[in-house]
């Protein structure tokens, strides 16, 4: 029941088959795993109880626990109900009690209905209990304490959209011990916003991402206290007050995540740029100087959070989060960690079910009782089934010091020094030291700080600053002061010597609409370092300053911001390619986003016959290779040929000669034969796929038996692999440490790029670098940064041994024997749409389907190194290194 994809009734779906369980300090040892109704314990001290089930209870969201310990559930009718569905055109909370104090609830009661499309409750320090709808915030009144409410009162709503998707609207409540509630906003689906309090004040966005919105309880003075998110589900204080929200993720660019919400703070989304999440202007885990870093990575679709020392639970839960995840049947107990004024964690699982386990939202009672509700099935109309279960630890387990929900903080000298930061707006030298803080929370507090009116001149005089980080974090506060020469200023920015605040002075004009700087955005590119974050910085840019673009999105022409096309101007990318005066490395990696490259044809080839700047002759090269085509396969065989062209260009022709239908390929034998061991590799590799024909094979043979030119020992595995004679005994792919040693030595990223763009290992087929390459699989182009070299080796001989939620494959079988592999798994009611690599989407009825479900391999293949040889491994794994 929760969706994090906002602009369909689908349901999203990607998940581990078995989820990896990390150390959370326990040593007690475990005997095996219990299971209670298909649930499985992995945590031997916890007992699990269900306490009701449908026809009892159906379709169970949020729930809640008052002072007398009752228990308030809201039973879901209105969550996209089926046409022909049964139940009342309404929802309702029920209320379950125990007045025996015999464990079992023998009193049940309706304590409110009426709401529609209702998605959470919690009770208030005062005691009064809040409900979220789709639009609305609510508060019930209960005077005479029967558990009954007489009354209820629309303290907040929604003045525009009219019509949003239950997913991605309010979706979250919370109450902090000062008199305030913090409610999370969604991202309605890139649509404009407005959302109105109680004292006619209101909040509102177009194009940015969800939001932390705080209130008073009374539904005053509402502010936006946290932005930046997808569709942020749950929110909850820690034992120290620290604001924790679980956000789901967008449709590429993962892991959802577990936040540290602070005020002002920014996480990265912006619905402007679309659904997929990638984009210059949008971060996920930092990535941007304006934004803050994730504290956990979770699981697929976080729904519940409960701060575990509220529960009756073993002593090393203490100061850790519960987290049901929906999508992966599980529920997670997150261990956390002090880093810097933040925190940091890990997860693993204590609860995992089948199919039909579904854990949404938590509560707990004075007694330690964990409650939770269960939606069931995994599909998200109402369909008539439901469970509450209750969780604790067993009798005689050594237990955790338990608080209450309303307790005060505990003092920690972290969250006070945070909060003091992000309090004290006139300590002007103390936040300007803080600039070169390594911590980023810090490094918030003191832009926030910083942005004050007051400072405004200290901060201009500072442009200058000796320190980068200075520099940058001067930008930032003057970019968040909403500074009146904002203009002017910005544009000196974009002659900065450090890249990044040159990008972060291009995010700044584009996301101002600084149109006067549209003339001066090329300085960023040609002061300093070029960078290709840069290139598409400042592409993404030029569009934002589009006059169309920019009337459109200030007028509001429409209501879902996305729908406004984001275009460069006609024959922009075309220009930048042709003028001499731009530099090499812009002209080259602009190629990359030739709309149409094959309309650019001619251009191209006149590039290839007349440039001579090398690193743009490569990126021709490389861009033609996707241009099936006999003229320009001819071009590319005359380039390989060529004696007076530098040996990169011929060796990369000839990979690019791969995907092109060349009919005189018999000219490239005798390059087998030549001096340069890089060319004689790259003409191996090719002629491997003509290893049929009598003269390639007595070519090869002849080069084996007689000796190369090169005397190249990657040429004589290359042309084994090509002849299938036996290259010797290899390790097992799962003896790391000694193909660790095996793949030692010498070995060439140039070389590597062209494994990994060839026809032999089809990395980019399902793989992009800096822009080239399939999406199917996970974007390499930071790969060298995130995995070491072990962790490579292991990636690509045991593909299936790692797989991250986001890059889980599936299959659709269906009843005519086609079947369909992709990731990305959409289940509707009616139908599902697989993302595919041949075919992008796919779209097919249910009615047609015979079954689908997780693959339990990798979607990248196993067995790559049998189709490379030694030194081939040696050299992609030089380039991914490179990345």
């Known amino acids: 029941?929760?969706?994090?994809?906002?602009?369909?009734?689908?349901?999203?779906?990607?998940?581990?088959?078995?989820?990896?369980?990390?150390?959370?300090?326990?040593?007690?040892?475990?005997?095996?795993?219990?299971?209670?109704?298909?649930?499985?314990?992995?945590?031997?001290?916890?007992?699990?109880?269900?306490?009701?089930?449908?026809?009892?209870?159906?379709?169970?969201?949020?729930?809640?626990?008052?002072?007398?310990?009752?228990?308030?559930?809201?039973?879901?009718?209105?969550?996209?109900?089926?046409?022909?569905?049964?139940?009342?055109?309404?929802?309702?909370?029920?209320?379950?009690?125990?007045?025996?104090?015999?464990?079992?609830?023998?009193?049940?009661?309706?304590?409110?209905?009426?709401?529609?499309?209702?998605?959470?409750?919690?009770?208030?320090?005062?005691?009064?209990?809040?409900?979220?709808?789709?639009?609305?915030?609510?508060?019930?009144?209960?005077?005479?304490?029967?558990?009954?409410?007489?009354?209820?009162?629309?303290?907040?709503?929604?003045?525009?959209?009219?019509?949003?998707?239950?997913?991605?609207?309010?979706?979250?409540?919370?109450?902090?011990?000062?008199?305030?509630?913090?409610?999370?906003?969604?991202?309605?689906?890139?649509?404009?916003?407005?959302?109105?309090?109680?004292?006619?004040?209101?909040?509102?966005?177009?194009?940015?991402?969800?939001?932390?919105?705080?209130?008073?309880?009374?539904?005053?003075?509402?502010?936006?206290?946290?932005?930046?998110?997808?569709?942020?589900?749950?929110?909850?204080?820690?034992?120290?007050?620290?604001?924790?929200?679980?956000?789901?993720?967008?449709?590429?660019?993962?892991?959802?995540?577990?936040?540290?919400?602070?005020?002002?703070?920014?996480?990265?989304?912006?619905?402007?740029?679309?659904?997929?999440?990638?984009?210059?202007?949008?971060?996920?885990?930092?990535?941007?100087?304006?934004?803050?870093?994730?504290?956990?990575?979770?699981?697929?679709?976080?729904?519940?959070?409960?701060?575990?020392?509220?529960?009756?639970?073993?002593?090393?839960?203490?100061?850790?989060?519960?987290?049901?995840?929906?999508?992966?049947?599980?529920?997670?107990?997150?261990?956390?960690?002090?880093?810097?004024?933040?925190?940091?964690?890990?997860?693993?699982?204590?609860?995992?079910?089948?199919?039909?386990?579904?854990?949404?939202?938590?509560?707990?009672?004075?007694?330690?009782?964990?409650y939770f509700t269960d939606w069931v099935e995994r599909v998200y109309p109402n369909h008539g089934k439901g469970k509450i279960w209750k969780l604790s630890a067993k009798e005689n387990t050594e237990l955790l010091v338990q608080r209450s929900l309303y307790d005060p903080p505990i003092a920690n000298e972290k969250v006070k020094r945070l909060n003091q930061l992000l309090s004290d707006s006139t300590n002007f030298d103390q936040h300007f030291k803080n600039l070169r803080s390594d911590d980023p929370f810090v490094r918030h507090a003191s832009v926030m700080g910083l942005s004050r009116e007051v400072h405004r001149e200290k901060l201009v005089q500072a442009l200058q600053n000796e320190s980068a980080h200075v520099r940058l974090g001067v930008l930032l506060a003057l970019m968040e002061s909403e500074h009146p020469d904002g203009a002017e200023l910005a544009g000196q920015f974009l002659e900065d010597p450090d890249p990044e605040i040159r990008k972060m002075a291009l995010i700044w004009i584009g996301s101002q609409g600084f149109v006067s700087q549209k003339a001066n955005l090329e300085l960023a590119l040609t002061t300093g370092e070029f960078t290709t974050a840069l290139f598409e910085t400042y592409l993404e840019t030029v569009k934002l300053l589009e006059p169309g673009f920019l009337k459109a999105f200030t007028n509001k022409q429409e209501e879902i911001s996305k729908r406004i096309p984001l275009k460069l101007p006609d024959g922009f990318i075309a220009e930048i390619v042709s003028d001499p005066s731009n530099p090499s490395q812009m002209r080259a990696y602009a190629l990359r986003y030739l709309e149409d490259p094959a309309e650019q044809k001619d251009l191209l080839l006149d590039f290839l016959s007349l440039e001579k700047e090398e690193d743009l002759l490569m990126e021709v090269i490389q861009t033609l290779a996707n241009i099936p085509d006999k003229q320009v396969a001819e071009a590319l065989l005359q380039v390989s040929l060529s004696g007076s062209r530098p040996i990169n260009l011929r060796a990369e022709s000839l990979s690019a000669l791969s995907r092109q239908p060349l009919e005189a390929w018999r000219e490239i034998i005798p390059l087998l034969e030549v001096s340069s061991e890089n060319l004689a590799i790259a003409a191996a590799r090719y002629l491997r796929n003509k290893n049929g024909e009598d003269e390639v094979k007595q070519a090869m043979e002849r080069v084996l038996n007689d000796g190369s030119s090169c005397d190249s020992e990657g040429l004589r595995q290359q042309l084994m692999l090509a002849l299938s004679q036996d290259t010797g005994k290899r390790p097992d792919p799962q003896e790391l440490d000694q193909w660790s040693s095996l793949l030692e030595g010498p070995a060439d990223p140039d070389r590597g790029r062209r494994v990994f763009y060839s026809n032999t290992s089809l990395c980019s087929t399902c793989h992009v670098v800096e822009g080239r390459g399939g999406d199917l699989g996970p974007d390499l182009s930071n790969v060298g940064k995130s995995k070491d070299r072990k962790g490579l080796i292991g990636s690509i001989l045991m593909p299936s041994d790692e797989m991250s939620p986001e890059w889980q494959g599936w299959y659709i079988a269906m009843k005519d024997g086609t079947r369909y592999d992709g990731r990305q798994i959409d289940v509707g009611y009616d139908d599902i749409k697989l993302y595919t690599q041949t075919a992008g989407f796919v779209q097919v009825k249910k009615a047609d389907v015979s079954e689908y479900g997780m693959s339990e391999t990798s979607l990248m293949p196993a067995g790559l190194e049998q189709r490379l040889s030694n030194q081939d491994l040696k050299d992609l794994l030089a380039f991914l290194e490179s990345q």
């Open 1 to 370: 029941m929760r969706l994090k994809k906002p602009d369909l009734y689908l349901f999203s779906l990607i998940i581990l088959m078995v989820p990896v369980i990390f150390s959370c300090g326990s040593n007690e040892e475990k005997s095996g795993p219990r299971v209670v109704k298909g649930v499985t314990l992995l945590d031997d001290r916890l007992e699990l109880t269900l306490m009701k089930q449908a026809p009892d209870i159906v379709t169970p969201i949020g729930i809640a626990v008052d002072e007398q310990d009752r228990i308030y559930v809201l039973e879901s009718h209105t969550h996209q109900p089926p046409k022909d569905y049964g139940g009342p055109d309404h929802d309702i909370i029920k209320v379950y009690e125990d007045s025996n104090g015999d464990g079992n609830w023998d009193k049940e009661s309706i304590f409110a209905e009426g709401l529609i499309e209702g998605l959470n409750i919690a009770f208030s320090p005062e005691g009064q209990l809040y409900a979220v709808t789709s639009k609305e915030v609510w508060k019930f009144y209960d005077e005479d304490w029967d558990g009954i409410s007489e009354k209820s009162e629309k303290l907040m709503a929604f003045a525009q959209p009219k019509q949003v998707y239950v997913h991605a609207a309010i979706l979250s409540i919370a109450f902090d011990t000062e008199g305030y509630m913090y409610i999370g906003r969604g991202n309605t689906g890139a649509a404009h916003w407005v959302f109105q309090g109680s004292d006619g004040k209101e909040v509102s966005g177009y194009g940015d991402g969800g939001n932390i919105i705080r209130a008073r309880t009374d539904g005053s003075e509402a502010q936006i206290f946290s932005t930046g998110y997808w569709n942020p589900f749950d929110l909850k204080f820690d034992n120290y007050g620290r604001l924790l929200v679980a956000d789901n993720d967008p449709d590429s660019r993962g892991p959802n995540r577990l936040v540290h919400a602070v005020r002002g703070s920014h996480f990265g989304y912006q619905s402007l740029f679309g659904g997929s999440g990638i984009h210059p202007y949008l971060a996920w885990n930092g990535e941007l100087p304006n934004t803050l870093p994730y504290a956990v990575p979770l699981g697929e679709s976080p729904s519940g959070l409960l701060n575990a020392n509220l529960g009756r639970l073993p002593q090393d839960y203490h100061d850790q989060m519960l987290c049901t995840i929906w999508e992966e049947s599980s529920i997670v107990r997150i261990a956390m960690e002090e880093k810097g004024l933040s925190v940091s964690g890990s997860t693993e699982v204590i609860l995992q079910g089948g199919e039909d386990f579904r854990p949404v939202a938590f509560a707990a009672d004075s007694k330690g009782n964990i």
